[in-house]
């Protein structure tokens, strides 16, 4: 009689962390951000790169020279999708002063935005509209070494 209650007790604990581990699940996937759309803006003396991903977080960082001898912005907005799975156009070109271009891509769970430029420009970040924004002079290079990276 005392193995039979152990076994149920056991079969219920075992149940209990099954549906905990679900719901740990089901709350991380309901933390993702979703990219609904990047897109760039440029007039006289600026560029900006605008990113509509609601409730994402933003981490900034500078990549060195890689494979295109472009160095690279990146904008990774960790936990996130693209809306409805489907990669945007590959390579949007810019082609103003520094900047040359903008990737995106999914990255296993992260969604990166590369702003591929010739050298690093001088850039800020924000937020306007509900976007984040990465706003360049694309006709000034920044001073000094890289700058470390942040999270927003």
Not at 49 to 74: C, D, K, M, Q, W
Request: aromatic share 6%.
């Amino acid at each position: 009689m005392k193995s039979w209650i152990l076994g149920k007790m056991r079969n219920v604990c075992l149940g209990l962390a099954a549906l905990s581990a679900a719901g740990v699940l089901c709350a991380q996937q309901a933390d993702a951000a979703v990219v609904h759309g990047v897109s760039v803006t440029k007039g006289k003396g600026w560029v900006r790169v605008n990113v509509n991903a609601p409730g994402g977080s933003f981490r900034v960082h500078e990549l060195p020279v890689g494979t295109a001898a472009y160095r690279s912005i990146a904008i990774d907005i960790p936990n996130s999708s693209i809306r409805g799975g489907l990669e945007p156009k590959t390579r949007v070109p810019v082609n103003e002063g520094l900047v040359a271009q903008v990737r995106v891509k999914q990255m296993g769970g992260t969604v990166r935005v590369l702003v591929d430029v010739v050298s690093f420009p001088k850039y800020q970040t924000g937020y306007q509209n509900g976007h984040f924004v990465l706003g360049m002079d694309p006709y000034h290079m920044r001073n000094g070494n890289p700058i470390a990276p942040h999270q927003r």
